[in-house]
C-alpha cells in the first residue's frame, strides 16, 4: 500500500493553514483574546444590537460555540447583553466601551499579522486565494446547512 500526497488533501492543507494563524495570532495579536472572540467583537461593531444566533451566522459559528464565546466576552465585560423591548425572551448584545478599545487595538494587530501571513502570495495571487477559499468555504456552509441554498446553487 503506498502512501496518499497530503499536500493534495485540502482538509490537511487547511489543518496546516490554521496552525500557522493560530501561530501568528498567538504570537502578534493576542493571547487573552482569540480569533472567534475577535469576529464577534467586529461582527457587533459593525452591527450594534444584534442577537447571539444571528452573530453567530455572522461570524460562521455554531450555536454552542457562539454561546460560550459571548460568555467569555461578557465576563471580561466587552461585551453587554441588554433585553429586547420588543421581545423579553431575546437578548441583544452590545460592545462596551472597553471592548470597543480592545476592537480597535487588535484591528490594528491583525492587519499587520494579516501581512506576514500572506507574504508569500503577490497582491494578485492574494486575491485570486480569497476568492478560492472563500467559494470552498461557502459550498462548506452548504453541506453544514443542506436546507439553505449556497451561492453556487444559485
Do not use: C, Y
Not at 20 to 35: G, P
Not at 78 to 93: I, N, Y
Request: proline share 5%; glycine share 6%; aromatic share 4%.
Amino acid at each position: 500500500m503506498a502512501a496518499v500526497d497530503l499536500t493534495t488533501h485540502p482538509g490537511h492543507l487547511a489543518r496546516r493553514l490554521q496552525q500557522a494563524h493560530h501561530l501568528l495570532w498567538n504570537t502578534m495579536v493576542s493571547e487573552e483574546i482569540t480569533s472567534p472572540q475577535f469576529a464577534v467583537l467586529n461582527a457587533l461593531v459593525a452591527e450594534p444590537g444584534l442577537d447571539q444566533r444571528t452573530v453567530g451566522e455572522r461570524v460562521g459559528l455554531d450555536r454552542s460555540t457562539i454561546a460560550e464565546v459571548i460568555s467569555r466576552l461578557g465576563r471580561r465585560e466587552l461585551v453587554d447583553k441588554v433585553r429586547d423591548p420588543q421581545d423579553g425572551r431575546r437578548f441583544l448584545l452590545r460592545v462596551t466601551d472597553d471592548g470597543a478599545r480592545v476592537h480597535r487595538k487588535l484591528t490594528v494587530r491583525t492587519a499587520r499579522m494579516n501581512q506576514v501571513f500572506l507574504a508569500p502570495l503577490t497582491p494578485a495571487e492574494q486575491a485570486v486565494f480569497f476568492d478560492l477559499i472563500r467559494r470552498v468555504a461557502d459550498g462548506a456552509e452548504g453541506l453544514r446547512n443542506p436546507a439553505e441554498p449556497t451561492a453556487a446553487q444559485g
